[in-house]
């Protein structure tokens, strides 16, 4: 959890919201969840792989902290580092985040090329640029109607599609979304089921 998110929405600071999560979700539900505080969503999901479940770990926000914690943390668990590039790295003596940290930032560009490098370098010190979006629009959404008994009128099954599109249209105007595709799923009584998808053609490769 991004800590200089937490008090606008909940009006407390953010290991308050955590502490409150995860007595919720061990109360409701019976689950012991591990978490990490941080001042933003790379250190947050950094701090949260390494603590153990029914725990938290939270980074300050000042440079000593950040450091303290990213320095000694093997280049690997940097998001975005892959095991192409911790081999190269590795090769070249760069074994933890503040060792990548120190290398001028051409070094690490001949190494990895100006993209890779130009993000490294930011993450090494501790810097994510990522928002953290509290309602992200939906990567799919869905209608469906479920006949009383098996239906086998081709013009009922028109009827009942036309609603079914009708609905999906007015929640994608609301959202503010368009559609890339579409796909007509037909279930039958013995629980088998068809697809029938369609792409938008302005989608297509």
């Known amino acids: 959890m991004p800590s200089a998110r937490a008090l606008p929405y909940w009006k407390r600071d953010a290991r308050s919201v955590t502490e409150l999560v995860q007595l919720r979700a061990?109360?409701?539900?019976?689950?012991?969840?591990?978490?990490?505080?941080?001042?933003n969503r790379m250190l947050a999901a950094m701090a949260c792989a390494l603590t153990g479940p029914g725990?938290?770990?939270?980074?300050?926000?000042?440079?000593?902290a950040i450091s303290a914690f990213l320095r000694p943390r093997p280049v690997r668990?940097?998001?975005?580092?892959?095991?192409?590039?911790?081999?190269?790295?590795?090769?070249?003596?760069?074994?933890?985040?503040?060792?990548?940290?120190?290398?001028?930032q051409l070094t690490l560009q001949r190494l990895l090329g100006a993209r890779a490098?130009?993000?490294?370098?930011?993450?090494?010190?501790?810097?994510?640029?990522?928002?953290?979006?509290?309602a992200p629009a939906s990567a799919?959404?869905?209608?469906?109607?479920?006949?009383a008994r098996d239906e086998l009128d081709p013009a009922q099954h028109r009827n009942t599609l036309?609603?079914?599109?009708?609905?999906?249209?007015?929640?994608?105007?609301?959202?503010?979304?368009?559609?890339a595709g579409l796909t007509c799923?037909?279930?039958?009584?013995?629980?088998?089921?068809?697809r029938r998808p369609a792409l938008h053609p302005l989608m297509e490769p």
């Open 77 to 104: 668990e940097l998001p975005g580092v892959g095991a192409k590039a911790a081999a190269t790295l590795t090769e070249y003596g760069l074994h933890t985040v503040g060792e990548v940290a120190d290398v001028p």
């Open 162 to 179: 036309l609603p079914l599109a009708d609905h999906l249209g007015a929640r994608l105007r609301h959202s503010g979304q368009i559609a």
């Open 185 to 194: 799923t037909v279930r039958y009584a013995d629980h088998s089921s068809t």
């Open 26 to 39: 061990l109360a409701f539900l019976g689950l012991r969840s591990s978490a990490g505080v941080a001042p």
């Open 117 to 134: 490098e130009r993000a490294l370098h930011e993450r090494a010190r501790g810097r994510d640029a990522t928002v953290v979006d509290p």
């Open 140 to 147: 799919s959404i869905s209608a469906e109607h479920r006949f």
């Open 55 to 64: 725990r938290r770990t939270v980074i300050d926000d000042s440079p000593e």
